[in-house]
């Protein structure tokens, strides 16, 4: 018979070098206890430990809590696992095994009672003997768990002097340095001025019309009352407050307040079609038509979009680029082409030797149009009716820009610019004319290009989308 | 009028801050003080330092700076046509109460919103100005900062380098809503906001060509809120619209919150008890809707009038719909059809896949494991288990129905 007895302080190391000397021992032959509660009669002298004890990782995770358990169970059950582990090495997975349960159910219990001591411990500020503030507290754990709990405060107070005191263990931290001692204590009588503040705090920030007490003792229960200090302020806050919603609701609307009467009426926003137009049958110009496109309903897309993208680019632009629609980050930022296609574009458009801010850059459709899976926005195609309702702004931007001549990059843009958006890949290349008659140049969306799986195909792909784009020059030499 | 005490000022300016449901303080970056130079540090999941009576978490100082506010929104206690008293707290008062505080371990940081005094610029830039501060003195606890939308986007980013969390409130459910009961607010300009401090975000996390981070921005992300009760907007538009602004701004969290009585309120919406089984019941469609895998479709039906079923959860609602996916055998059956079973979350679905792999598995296993086998036994099979009759009974639904208490009064 075995019967390892462990210290109230160093516990772990003492359990792990006594676990490991009987790892190969049958539970039913150790009688595991603490140093100070209970004595050994009949204790033989531990045997060498072996050297090649091994253990799954997650092994000393499970343990760890174990170790603090008040009764001491934790140490049998922690060297059962131990022992059961050398035949068993995939024991710990099974949660259906009642001792990997039973260690499972105690860890939790510990964990919640160092949870619930990061949580419920209160400091009072005490009288300081040096330069650092220092603060004092009583606390009262389930279980003996003052070493597992205070890196925790090291780590949050680095900056004040402290001691934790426990009716087992004083915890102290001065400048810097850390120091357990297992002794006796008995609760304080303390107050701090703060307390009365903080219950204030409590007090207010509790909302009387929905009250909920047992879902308040589930997570706090009564034995930690005694000393959190707003918890005197619970029994009245309860008993009044079916009286104080009561007494909302009897007392019914009010007056608005008379200063509020005589504060400024806030002011209206633009008019949607401001009258200053400089002429009222010719093309309203870019900033008009931008302010005007933001309130668009023309299409349902504006209801589930962030913001309207409308084009953007010198309005004395050569050049005007129509893609499809704004994808999910142009929807974001409100800008035209600065998702992935977009940055695809400026490459592309940058070793075909044209300035993008040259260029006027526009999509056919001006809101995101797209299906939620999950947490994602996908893109999805607009219908011809979206595109037939925008068209009237990209007809405006036709208008205001006067583009000397028109990129079509991709089928909806085709659509819209020519009406026809059939057949893209056997056209591109072309030079088509728009409705009112100005040269398009036809060719694919970079987005396309960014769909195709294979690495060569995207590359020679990519290659005719820049040759595409470098033709453009001549075009306008023409 | 006596000046304001402290006291006074801190009564007033957290009464009007409890309607934002948020006290969240997790997910953000690791921090500590261990080095002795500064205050504070974080934990991943968080700490609730207290619970209210009315069952809420306090995890941080969650304050108005001022409860002046040229807005009239009329679900608000603050708007401007109300008869409250109003105050303002300096900034050193903030800081002060943050961190006198946090030393006593009261509190996991601040959560500071405002009413809207001056202009959205001046305001956000208060705020700005109070995190700052904590931040130069050492503070290393969590701050949370709600955002002004109209304020400028330097600010934001100011704001968000300080700050762990930044969240912008949506407040109600439809714009249509919004622009009648908030009228000053607009709701295009709510989600433009979002979405610049997801870009924000975005490019931060971006690594420069020395493969470095340029900072942490809001490390904890973004949130928003939306009143529930308050408006005639049912809960298919209310989860739409939440899993539309989770996909769209990559936002952490969007807390509904029952609209409950306010003192001095607006005779535009009637002072109902706050709709606190609703609230929960969308609390729980959310979970489905991002973590088991749901449709929105499957959750809320035109059948029902595009409500969820207050009696039940969803998760038990769809499943009393849909017998005929069920019984589910838990030795066989994949995830994803294991996450549907009632009483099954998400940590006792992994669980049971590592464990069946020892040995199949029985009900009393499974509720060993920490599965809810009351609810789930009706529709599983396990070893040693089947439902037979169960699943087809015509009272399945109501043995999950808990009889109506009586109201005492």
Same mark, same amino acid.
């Given at each position: 018979?075995?019967?390892?007895?462990?210290?109230?302080l160093?516990?772990e190391?003492?359990w792990r070098?006594?676990a490991?000397?009987?790892?190969?021992?049958?539970?039913?032959?150790?009688d595991?206890?603490w140093?100070?509660?209970?004595?050994?009669?009949?204790?033989d002298?531990?045997?060498?430990?072996?050297?090649d004890?091994t253990v799954?990782?997650?092994?000393?995770?499970?343990?760890r809590?174990?170790?603090?358990?008040?009764?001491?169970?934790?140490?049998?059950l922690?060297?059962?696992l131990?022992?059961?582990?050398?035949?068993?090495?995939?024991?710990?997975s099974?949660r259906?095994?009642?001792?990997v349960?039973?260690?499972?159910?105690?860890?939790?219990?510990i964990?919640?009672?160092?949870?619930?001591?990061?949580?419920?411990?209160?400091f009072?500020?005490?009288?300081?003997?040096?330069?650092?503030?220092?603060?004092a507290?009583?606390?009262?754990?389930?279980h003996?768990? @003052?070493? $597992?709990?205070?890196?925790?405060?090291?780590?949050? +107070? *680095?900056d004040? !002097?402290?001691?934790?005191?426990?009716? /087992? #263990?004083?915890?102290?931290?001065?400048?810097?340095?850390l120091d357990?001692?297992a002794t006796d204590?008995l609760?304080p009588?303390?107050?701090?001025?703060?307390?009365?503040?903080?219950?204030?705090?409590?007090?207010?920030i509790f909302?009387?019309?929905?009250?909920?007490?047992?879902?308040?003792?589930?997570e706090?229960?009564?034995?930690?009352?005694?000393?959190?200090?707003e918890a005197?302020?619970?029994?009245?806050?309860?008993a009044?407050?079916?009286a104080?919603?009561?007494?909302?609701?009897?007392?019914?609307p009010?007056?608005?307040?008379p200063?509020?009467?005589r504060?400024?009426?806030?002011?209206?926003? @633009?008019? $949607?079609?401001?009258d200053?137009?400089p002429?009222? +049958? *010719?093309?309203? !110009?870019?900033?008009?038509?931008?302010? /005007? #496109?933001?309130?668009?309903?023309?299409?349902?897309?504006?209801?589930?979009?962030?913001?309207?993208?409308?084009?953007?680019?010198?309005?004395?632009?050569?050049?005007?680029?129509?893609?499809?629609?704004?994808?999910?980050?142009e929807?974001?930022?409100g800008?035209?082409?600065?998702?992935?296609a977009?940055?695809?574009?400026?490459?592309?458009?940058?070793?075909?030797?044209?300035?993008r801010?040259?260029?006027?850059v526009t999509?056919?459709v001006?809101?995101?149009?797209?299906?939620?899976?999950?947490?994602?926005?996908?893109?999805?195609?607009?219908?011809?009716?979206?595109?037939?309702?925008?068209?009237?702004w990209?007809g405006?931007?036709?208008?205001a820009?006067?583009?000397?001549?028109v990129?079509?990059?991709?089928?909806?843009?085709?659509?819209?610019?020519?009406?026809?958006?059939?057949?893209?890949l056997?056209?591109?290349?072309?030079?088509?004319?728009?409705?009112?008659?100005?040269?398009?140049l036809?060719?694919?969306?970079?987005?396309?290009?960014?769909?195709?799986?294979?690495p060569?195909?995207?590359?020679?792909?990519?290659?005719?989308?820049r040759?595409?784009?470098?033709?453009?020059?001549?075009?306008?030499?023409? | 009028m006596?000046?304001?005490t402290?006291?006074?000022?801190?009564?007033?300016l957290?009464?009007?801050?409890?309607?934002?449901?948020?006290?969240a303080?997790?997910g953000t970056?690791?921090?500590?003080?261990r080095?002795?130079?500064?205050?504070?540090?974080?934990t991943?999941?968080?700490?609730?330092?207290a619970y209210a009576?009315?069952?809420?978490?306090?995890?941080?100082?969650k304050?108005?700076?001022?409860?002046y506010?040229?807005?009239?929104?009329?679900?608000?206690?603050?708007?401007?046509?109300?008869?409250v008293?109003r105050?303002?707290?300096?900034?050193?008062?903030?800081?002060?109460?943050?961190?006198?505080?946090?030393?006593?371990?009261?509190?996991?940081?601040?959560?500071?919103?405002?009413?809207?005094?001056?202009?959205?610029?001046?305001?956000?830039?208060e705020?700005?100005?109070?995190?700052e501060?904590l931040?130069?003195g050492?503070?290393?606890g969590?701050?949370?900062?709600k955002?002004?939308?109209?304020?400028?986007?330097e600010l934001?980013?100011?704001?968000?380098?300080?700050?762990?969390?930044?969240?912008?409130?949506?407040?109600?459910?439809?714009?249509?809503?919004?622009?009648?009961l908030?009228?000053?607010?607009?709701?295009v300009?709510?989600?433009?906001?979002?979405?610049?401090?997801?870009l924000?975000?975005e490019?931060?996390?971006?690594?420069?060509?020395?493969?470095?981070?340029?900072?942490?921005?809001?490390p904890?992300?973004q949130?928003?809120?939306?009143?529930?009760?308050?408006?005639?907007?049912?809960?298919?538009?209310?989860?739409?619209?939440a899993?539309?602004?989770?996909?769209?701004y990559g936002?952490?969290?969007?807390?509904?919150?029952?609209?409950?009585?306010?003192?001095?309120?607006?005779?535009v919406?009637?002072?109902?008890?706050?709709?606190?089984?609703?609230e929960?019941?969308?609390?729980?469609?959310?979970?489905?809707?991002?973590?088991?895998?749901?449709?929105l479709g499957?959750?809320?039906?035109?059948?029902a009038?595009g409500?969820?079923?207050?009696?039940?959860?969803?998760?038990l609602?769809?499943?009393?719909?849909?017998?005929?996916?069920?019984?589910?055998?838990?030795?066989?059956?994949?995830?994803?059809m294991?996450?549907?079973?009632p009483?099954f979350?998400?940590?006792?679905?992994?669980?049971?896949?590592?464990?069946?792999?020892?040995?199949?598995?029985?009900?009393?296993?499974?509720?060993?494991?920490?599965?809810?086998?009351?609810?789930?036994?009706?529709?599983?099979?396990?070893?040693?288990?089947?439902?037979?009759?169960?699943?087809?009974a015509?009272?399945?639904?109501?043995?999950?129905?808990k009889?109506k208490?009586?109201?005492?009064f």
């Amino acid at each position: 018979m075995y019967a390892p007895r462990l210290p109230r302080l160093g516990t772990e190391p003492a359990w792990r070098d006594a676990a490991r000397r009987l790892a190969a021992v049958r539970p039913a032959d150790i009688d595991w206890g603490w140093e100070d509660a209970d004595a050994a009669f009949f204790a033989d002298p531990l045997p060498e430990a072996p050297t090649d004890l091994t253990v799954p990782k997650a092994f000393p995770g499970l343990v760890r809590p174990l170790l603090s358990e008040r009764s001491g169970r934790g140490f049998a059950l922690a060297h059962a696992l131990l022992h059961r582990l050398q035949a068993q090495r995939g024991l710990l997975s099974s949660r259906a095994d009642s001792d990997v349960a039973e260690a499972q159910r105690i860890a939790k219990e510990i964990r919640r009672d160092i949870h619930k001591m990061h949580a419920f411990l209160r400091f009072r500020e005490v009288d300081a003997p040096g330069p650092r503030r220092a603060f004092a507290a009583w606390f009262e754990p389930d279980h003996r768990i @003052e070493e $597992a709990t205070a890196d925790f405060f090291v780590n949050r +107070f *680095g900056d004040m !002097d402290w001691r934790i005191v426990t009716p /087992e #263990v004083t915890v102290t931290y001065r400048d810097g340095a850390l120091d357990l001692v297992a002794t006796d204590s008995l609760r304080p009588e303390a107050e701090d001025p703060l307390e009365q503040l903080w219950t204030t705090y409590y007090s207010n920030i509790f909302n009387p019309a929905r009250l909920k007490v047992d879902a308040m003792r589930a997570e706090m229960p009564k034995k930690y009352w005694r000393n959190l200090p707003e918890a005197r302020a619970i029994p009245d806050l309860i008993a009044g407050a079916r009286a104080a919603t009561l007494k909302m609701q009897q007392a019914g609307p009010t007056q608005p307040a008379p200063q509020s009467l005589r504060r400024p009426a806030r002011p209206e926003p @633009e008019p $949607a079609m401001p009258d200053t137009s400089p002429d009222l +049958f *010719g093309a309203p !110009d870019l900033p008009t038509l931008a302010r /005007e #496109v933001e309130g668009c309903t023309r299409c349902p897309l504006h209801a589930p979009a962030t913001q309207v993208v409308f084009g953007e680019g010198p309005a004395a632009a050569r050049v005007m680029i129509v893609g499809e629609q704004p994808g999910d980050r142009e929807d974001i930022a409100g800008r035209p082409f600065v998702g992935p296609a977009g940055q695809l574009f400026d490459e592309v458009a940058q070793a075909a030797g044209l300035d993008r801010g040259d260029c006027y850059v526009t999509n056919a459709v001006k809101h995101f149009k797209f299906v939620q899976k999950g947490k994602r926005r996908i893109h999805q195609k607009p219908a011809t009716s979206e595109v037939n309702a925008c068209n009237w702004w990209l007809g405006q931007e036709l208008r205001a820009v006067d583009p000397a001549l028109v990129v079509a990059m991709g089928a909806t843009a085709l659509h819209a610019l020519t009406g026809k958006g059939a057949g893209l890949l056997k056209r591109r290349g072309g030079v088509e004319r728009t409705k009112d008659g100005r040269p398009v140049l036809v060719t694919v969306h970079p987005s396309y290009l960014l769909r195709l799986p294979d690495p060569e195909a995207r590359a020679r792909e990519t290659e005719a989308f820049r040759r595409d784009l470098a033709r453009i020059p001549d075009l306008l030499a023409a | 009028m006596a000046k304001m005490t402290i006291q006074d000022k801190l009564a007033l300016l957290s009464d009007a801050a409890k309607y934002d449901a948020s006290c969240a303080s997790s997910g953000t970056s690791k921090r500590g003080s261990r080095d002795g130079t500064g205050l504070g540090s974080t934990t991943g999941s968080g700490i609730c330092h207290a619970y209210a009576p009315d069952g809420r978490c306090i995890s941080l100082l969650k304050i108005l700076m001022t409860n002046y506010c040229v807005y009239d929104c009329a679900y608000c206690v603050n708007r401007a046509s109300s008869n409250v008293l109003r105050a303002r707290f300096t900034v050193d008062e903030v800081v002060w109460l943050t961190t006198e505080f946090y030393r006593r371990n009261y509190i996991e940081g601040l959560f500071l919103s405002s009413g809207i005094i001056k202009s959205s610029d001046y305001t956000m830039e208060e705020m700005v100005r109070i995190a700052e501060k904590l931040r130069a003195g050492g503070f290393r606890g969590y701050v949370h900062l709600k955002t002004i939308p109209e304020a400028s986007p330097e600010l934001i980013e100011r704001a968000g380098l300080v700050a762990d969390r930044l969240s912008i409130n949506v407040e109600l459910p439809t714009d249509a809503s919004v622009r009648s009961l908030a009228p000053e607010k607009d709701p295009v300009g709510i989600r433009k906001a979002m979405g610049k401090v997801r870009l924000t975000k975005e490019d931060y996390a971006e690594r420069s060509f020395t493969g470095r981070r340029r900072a942490k921005f809001a490390p904890a992300g973004q949130s928003t809120q939306m009143i529930v009760g308050a408006d005639a907007a049912d809960d298919a538009t209310i989860l739409g619209n939440a899993s539309r602004l989770y996909g769209a701004y990559g936002l952490k969290r969007v807390y509904y919150s029952a609209f409950s009585p306010i003192p001095d309120s607006s005779a535009v919406l009637p002072l109902i008890d706050p709709p606190l089984m609703r609230e929960h019941r969308l609390y729980q469609a959310d979970w489905l809707l991002r973590f088991y895998d749901f449709e929105l479709g499957e959750i809320v039906t035109r059948d029902a009038g595009g409500m969820l079923d207050l009696d039940v959860d969803p998760k038990l609602a769809w499943a009393l719909a849909n017998r005929d996916r069920f019984p589910v055998d838990v030795n066989r059956a994949e995830k994803a059809m294991l996450l549907r079973v009632p009483g099954f979350g998400t940590k006792i679905v992994d669980r049971i896949l590592k464990a069946r792999r020892q040995g199949a598995l029985g009900l009393e296993d499974i509720r060993r494991m920490g599965g809810r086998v009351k609810a789930a036994r009706a529709f599983v099979t396990a070893k040693g288990h089947h439902p037979s009759g169960a699943l087809d009974a015509a009272d399945l639904r109501a043995r999950f129905v808990k009889p109506k208490q009586m109201e005492l009064f």
